[in-house]
T-cell receptor
Framework: GNSVTQMEGPVTLSEEAFLTINCTYT??????LFWYVQYPGEGLQLLLKATKADDKGSNKGFEATYRKETTSFHLEKGSVQVSDSAVYFC????????????FGQGTELSVKP | GAVVSQHPSWVICKSGTSVKIECRSL??????MFWYRQFPKQSLMLMATSNEGSKATYEQGVEKDKFLINHASLTLSTLTVTSAHPEDSSFYIC?????????????FGPGTRLTVT
């Protein structure tokens, strides 16, 4: 079936550290892939996306590359800030199921000054 | 652009009463809206998919008679939790998809915190 798996959190980093949050997916076909961010008490905001293999999504210093060979879409940022503290969700879009989003379990990131 | 609002942002109701949550697409037309439920420290669970002018499609295990969804226009969907119980307390989030193909991007509302006492 279709699923998304993320590394477990919480992830605690110091300001300016390098961030990687791993995400792998299983899907029939080639889904679009997304990273969403959720700040405390709020809904989800789209952070970045990629629609086909080898596409790189980027936004606000975050990047993720759609790797078909490893079925991965790892999120990276070279230098995190305290304001990046949030929960990050990886998701895949399943076209043949009415465009549903399949979410990973979420990874909480805490950045300390 | 592509803003989705929810109302109310939080609500407290007594056990046995019903509560309605609205989801609006403010600057685009949404043929499809999705309703999710999120428990603390957990991921989003899709409850149902609603298409404008037709009945909602519920995910397995979601009681359609308890969670009534109406999508009467291209900019408004409502979720009514009927005969609420404390276990219905949760964070409810809606998303809306623009009037394009299935692969269209979803835009999320800010969520509604429901507490049933």
């Amino acid at each position: 079936g279709n699923s998304v798996t993320q590394m477990e959190g919480p992830v605690t980093l110091s300001e300016e550290a390098f961030l990687t949050i791993n995400c792998t997916y299983t899907a029939t076909g080639y889904p679009s892939l997304f990273w969403y961010v959720q700040y405390p008490g709020e809904g989800l905001q789209l952070l970045l996306k990629a629609t086909k293999a080898d596409d790189k999504g980027s936004n606000k210093g975050f990047e993720a590359t759609y790797r078909k060979e490893t079925t991965s879409f790892h999120l990276e940022k070279g230098s995190v800030q305290v304001s990046d503290s949030a929960v990050y969700f990886c998701a895949s879009l399943i076209y043949n199921q009415g465009g549903k989003l399949i979410f990973g379990q979420g990874t909480e990131l805490s950045v300390k000054p | 652009g592509a803003v989705v609002s929810q109302h109310p942002s939080w609500v407290i109701c007594k056990s046995g009463t019903s509560v309605k949550i609205e989801c609006r697409s403010l600057d685009f037309q949404a043929t499809t809206m999705f309703w999710y439920r999120q428990f603390p420290k957990q991921s989003l669970m899709l409850m149902a998919t609603s298409n404008e002018g037709s009945k909602a499609t519920y995910e397995q295990g979601v009681e359609k008679d308890k969670f009534l969804i109406n999508h009467a226009s291209l900019t408004l969907s409502t979720l009514t939790v009927t005969s609420a119980h404390p276990e219905d307390s949760s964070f409810y989030i809606c998303s809306a998809r623009e009037l394009i193909a299935v692969g269209g991007e979803q835009y999320f509302g800010p969520g509604t915190r429901l507490t049933v006492t």
